[in-house]
């Protein structure tokens, strides 16, 4: 066996010398790797480019986050299918229907550190899923919803590099979550920020009947 592997390294080897050999032939004088080299370099740049457009594109999707106030109000309607959650952000109102007892808002969180922090850069926030949740396991195993809040793939979302940075950065990721609210037909809750993060804040008797009721 040793014998058979020894026998197939040198056909390869005898291989390689003959493409050094071939490559020597056709090109050793090399007045094609100077250009060959500029080709490289421009692609690359322009593929940086257009990275750090889509980056700042997806960056200037963040708001500035207060350290209190009003971020969204949220009212349940119920329908034939189950809910729809009825978000109101930005002087916006979106519908987004959900399977499921509790509801759940999610945003991601970029944190300035450091010097950008001492002068006085604000943290950002953006809007990233709603989800609904079943209370029965058997029901939440069968279908429970996520939606997505914005269409930016992980891959040049600067949120998702942060999150799995080493944390000792100038610019970090962070998040914030409303977890698990009643979804009861007619509740309306206004989000709010805080110092520790968002506050659920009912608006209507049937917000606050659902809080009591809320195990």
């Known amino acids: 066996m040793s014998m058979q592997f020894a026998g197939l390294a040198g056909v390869l080897l005898l291989l390689a010398v003959l493409l050094v050999a ?6 050793w004088r090399l007045a094609w790797l100077l250009p060959w080299l500029r080709g490289q370099v421009i692609t690359l740049l322009l593929a940086l480019t257009l990275l750090l457009g889509l980056i700042a594109w997806d960056v200037s999707r963040y708001q500035a986050l207060p350290q209190e106030g009003r971020l969204f109000t949220v009212e349940v309607r119920s ?3 189950g809910y729809d959650l009825r978000l109101q952000h930005a002087g916006q109102t979106s519908v987004y229907p959900l399977q499921g007892d509790l ?20 943290d950002g926030y953006r809007p990233y899923r709603v989800s609904g949740r079943f209370l029965m396991l058997e029901r ?11 269409n930016t793939p992980a891959w040049r979302d600067i949120w998702y590099w942060l999150d799995g ?40 008797t049937q917000a606050m ?6 195990p």
């Open 79 to 81: 329908t034939e299918a």
């Open 209 to 214: 009947d659902a809080l009591k009721g809320q």
């Open 165 to 204: 940075g080493s944390g000792n950065a100038w610019l970090t990721a962070d998040a914030f979550s409303i977890n698990f609210m009643p979804l009861a037909d007619g509740a309306r809750f206004a989000i709010e920020a805080g110092p520790t993060g968002l506050t659920p804040v009912p608006l209507n």
């Open 103 to 122: 509801w759940r808002l999610d945003l991601q969180v970029l944190r300035w550190q450091g010097l950008a922090h001492a002068i006085g850069l604000q």
């Open 140 to 150: 939440q195993l069968a279908g429970a919803t996520q939606l997505p809040l914005h």
């Open 22 to 27: 071939v490559i020597v032939r056709l090109g």
